[in-house]
């Protein structure tokens, strides 16, 4: 048999909030990341095609040939005369020019020009937003897009949330982790927590443990 020992109850709760600390808030408020550079966008950026984009393509002194079309959920897409191409992971440019060469199969000396709309791009370069915000949801990149940008697309965080204690995985870094705080940025207004996105960032708003 073993000795019971008498605990104060309240002790004995002081003990238990101890102990349920360690295992949750506690356990998260040891890791520190260091702060999000403000600074991130790349100059030479280029967005990239990514299924469910619609690309618009001109060829010149060939209007039967021009057309609009959607990127096929493979990453592919058909025009008339190139029936199947890659797109995915390719710029406007490079694009343009790749059909050119199918088109050259054809038709002499032809000259594309590919405009893309209704915005998708790749999943590699979405920003996702996971966690308490109101509406979490993967987000095409734009050039300069800040965590301002993202909270605004995203409404904002939850009552539940913990802003202070987010954080953003950056895959383009090697999925190292910085630290923002978007509870000054969107409570306080404070413009010194806005930082700047890159494509493929994830965005992790923790709950709140009090």
Do not use: H
């Not at 605004?152 to 950056?170: E, H, M, P, Q, W």
Request: glycine share 8%; hydrophobic share 45%; proline share 8%.
């Amino acid at each position: 048999m073993f000795n019971s020992v008498a605990i104060p109850i309240g002790r004995w709760a002081r003990l238990c909030l101890l102990a349920l600390f360690a295992l949750g808030a506690g356990g998260c408020a040891t890791v520190v990341y260091p702060p999000a550079p403000q600074s991130a966008a790349s100059p030479d950026y280029r967005y990239v095609v990514g299924p469910g984009d619609t690309v618009n393509i001109v060829v010149w002194r060939n209007p039967e040939l021009s057309t609009s079309v959607p990127v096929r959920p493979d990453g592919r897409l058909a025009t008339p005369l190139v029936e199947d191409l890659q797109a995915l992971g390719k710029d406007p440019a490079t694009l343009a020019r790749d059909i050119e060469k199918e088109l050259a199969k054809f038709i002499r000396d032809p000259v594309v020009t590919v405009i893309v709309t209704g915005f998708v791009g790749p999943y590699s370069e979405q920003i996702r937003v996971i966690g308490e915000a109101a509406k979490p949801q993967a987000l095409p990149y734009r050039q300069k897009m800040t965590l301002l940008d993202v909270m605004i697309a995203v409404g904002g965080i939850t009552d539940f949330a913990d802003g202070n204690r987010a954080s953003i995985l950056r895959t383009s870094d090697g999925n190292k982790q910085y630290a923002v705080r978007i509870r000054d940025l969107i409570k306080r207004g404070d413009v010194s927590a806005n930082v700047e996105m890159k494509p493929g960032d994830v965005l992790i708003i923790p709950q709140s443990w009090f």
